[in-house]
């Protein structure tokens, strides 16, 4: 219900707030804007996942190293990509984006496609410990351009095509098939130092199978919820 | 819980505030003050046997705060709360000067960052991080216990000039630690001062 | 408008906290139900021990289920998920009656049903709650390895407690573990600031295991009194002592193997008097019970050593087999299970007469390949339904 209110907020706001003239330099990340064929818009940044504690047991907040990379294609096209990691956990995957905008509000549709590995081995506890996933990643963006920042939200949703882990040799499959995580992303993004640009954000998930916590052999089979928070600076 | 917590939410959505492009490039460094009393809701009993669902303390806080001259400042916030007080009869303990009572208290120490957002007279923030969470249980000894545990802090205040650099206003402070279930009011006044400009 | 908009939705993002979500309540009076009929015989008690194949109601329990009556309860595990049914009941007229519940543990659904047999039919027939049919054909006897594979319980029951209504290392829990499958119970211990051992898992007390804002921080800061008068376990129970817990599982459980996990290399004398005492009133009654004081790290170890009583408790070793195979009194080796199948090191600590178990093993698959493609003697796991239901069925 949370999150209903508050996509019905945001909804709310960007109808309401008041025009002025608008500022075409600014490139962000989030923001589904047109970018001009040719522009990349690069950021690295941290994030910070609160781990569900029925299966960490305790308040986690895990971080992760992210980069991502936005390269206009053509004048409605553009190429994504998106690397996270925190060297136990990687995900990576990319794919085009449809964007296109109305005065001041922005609308892309994209449809990443990626994987998921994680990789662990440590004497007496983990004995080559790995795991991979195959997904793919819908995603709707929708984004309001102010004079000072950009706000964005974006739904997103992953499809697990297949998945495996791996123990010392023996293996065993993981969730197929099957919808494992849903997101809905709000970030807000703006000029911030000199010439650099920043977003920060907060991301809202529910999964079955948070991908942060593979080699906890999850076996809950229930939509768990992960809030996560992260920011990011343009290259 | 949440119910009580989307109320405040609205209450702090009802002050005022004029929303201003921020194209000054001034940066600065502000710090606030503030002391309140304080009202927690306990979603679950204090000590077994606990009935009553609220507590009183009172607490004072600290931010310092970079403004970049855009629309998000950043700092760090820390400050003392002292959330709650129970006595509980120790029995059968009965010393030479009668029974002998137990006494709890709770207290919270902030250690977060601070993320806000100011337009004029009105600022409105989050502090996300952790509380070192206290406890000390006294009867014929003493025990004292501690935690971090996460927690969230939403502040807004509205100021008024007082002289160049001082501004006083009233805040709404509400902590919220969901892990441990409780829920803390705090209506302060708050001094905010700006210690540096370049 | 637009800021305060914003901070708006930042505040909206909250109840961080994942919790699991509710089970229903399954309210069903087992007791009466077994006072309004007679007692089965053992040998129609016997008869009804065994795997079943699932003609109807396969939704729930899959294709196959293994029935095993434990105490005065009829118990049912499936195999294909985490599923087990606790039943009561006995004869009435010519037919066997059993009613009660079941859960689908790993999703926190389930529903009440009751079940006939008539005469000397083979299958049982009934409903659930839901309004499904039910049809469980019996087909065999259970399979029971020479000798049984022990199925422990992780932290008195596994996590079967946060569907229950019960904690994690509670004596409720213990009590209940047997009606889950297990043999055994491992169970883990913590010193307090004044001496006493009681059974907890954690370094500290957090919201995730006791309700009471006081009791917070280190366990080893509070006395016993302040633990008892400050806190209790998530669903009410108080925090259990180990003299407490180990004096139950003597008196009111059938369960035959304990596993003390030890937290506190401090706490090791106090914890290896509790275990004597313990294994003496059993042996008193006549009980077949081992108490095994369980050695994680290599502090406890050497804390274990340095007592006098060292040479003469048996203990569970969770490090290298080496050492293992080098104590006569080191009674089980206990590697993680993400360490893979030691087939080399079973063989040669079952030369010695040891035991070999792992932990804590949930994933389906992975309890496939432990249980038959190992010659492993125990498993610790959070869903002992299901290890015993996937050993029973084996040929």
Known sequence: MALLAFVLSFLVIVANVSAVTSDSVQRYYYEPFPLKPGMTVMQVGLSFTLLPVPLVENEYPTPAAEFQIKHGLSEMWSLNGVLSTNIFSTLLHGGPQWNTAIDRTSIGICGHVGGFYGFISTEGQFDNNSAYAVVGIPMLRIGYRLDAFALSTTFAASYVFVSESSVS?????????????????????QPFLRKSQLALGISLSYARTPYQTWLLYNTIDQYLFLPEFFFAVQL | MNRALLTIVAML??????????????????????????????QEPRYPGATDELSYGY???????????????FGIMTGWAFLAHDELPSNPTIDDEGPVTASATLTAIPLQVFVSMRSEHFKAGLGMGPYLMMSQLESDDVSKGSRFELGLTFVSSYVFPISSTLKIGPELRVLYLDYRGILSIMPSVVLTSTLYEY | M?????????????????????????????????????????????????VYVVEQGKGAFGDTVVGRWINDRFCLYAIHDVVFAELAGGARQDSIIL??????????????????????????????????????????????????????????????????????NSMAMVRYASILGATGVEIDVKQTRDGEIIVFHDDTFSPRTVVGA?????????????????????????????????????????LSFVWIDVKDAHSVDRIIKAQQQASEYARALGRTLEIIIGIPTSDVFTAFLRSPQANNIPFLYELD???????????VWAPRWTNGIPSSQIDALHAQGKLVFTWTLDVRDYIADFLYGSKIDGILTNYPSLVNAMHSVQY
Not at chain 3, 110 to 129: E, I, N
Not at chain 3, 144 to 163: K, W
Not at chain 3, 321 to 331: D, M
Request: proline share 5%; glycine share 10%.
């Open chain 3, 2 to 50: 637009m800021q305060r908009a914003l901070i708006i939705l930042l505040l909206l993002c909250t109840a961080c906290v994942s919790e699991l979500a509710p089970v229903p309540e399954l309210q069903y009076d087992l007791e009466h139900l077994e006072s309004t009929t007679t007692p089965l015989t053992e040998q129609q008690r016997a008869a009804l021990d065994g």
């Open chain 1, 169 to 189: 040799g023996l293996e065993a499959p993981g969730p197929m098939h099957t919808f494992n995580d849903l997101f809905c992303t709000i970030a807000l993004e």
């Open chain 3, 321 to 331: 087999a080496e050492t293992a195979l080098a104590y006569p009194n080191c009674r």
């Open chain 3, 214 to 254: 006081y009791l917070l921080g280190r366990v080893d800061a509070f006395r016993l009194t302040d633990i008892k008068r400050y806190g209790q376990l998530i669903h009410g129970e108080s925090i259990p002592t180990l003299d407490e817990m180990l004096a139950m599982i003597v008196d009111s459980t059938q």
């Open chain 2, 13 to 42: 959505a009802i002050t005022p505030a004029m929303a201003q492009d921020t194209t000054d490039l001034v940066y600065s460094i502000e710090a606030s003050a503030s002391v309140s009393p304080i009202v927690s809701m306990f």
């Open chain 2, 59 to 73: 607490g004072g806080f600290v931010q310092v705060q970079w403004r970049p001259g855009r629309l998000v400042a």
């Open chain 3, 99 to 168: 009613g009660g519940y079941y859960r689908i543990v790993r999703s926190g659904r389930g529903a009440t049903f009751g079940f006939g047999m008539k005469g000397d039919d083979q299958t049982l027939d009934g409903t659930t709650s839901d309004g499904e049919r039910l049809s469980f054909r019996r087909v065999r006897d259970a399979y029971q390895s020479p000798p049984p594979i022990h199925v422990l319980a992780h932290r008195g029951g596994g996590r079967n407690s946060e569907r229950l209504g019960v904690s994690e």
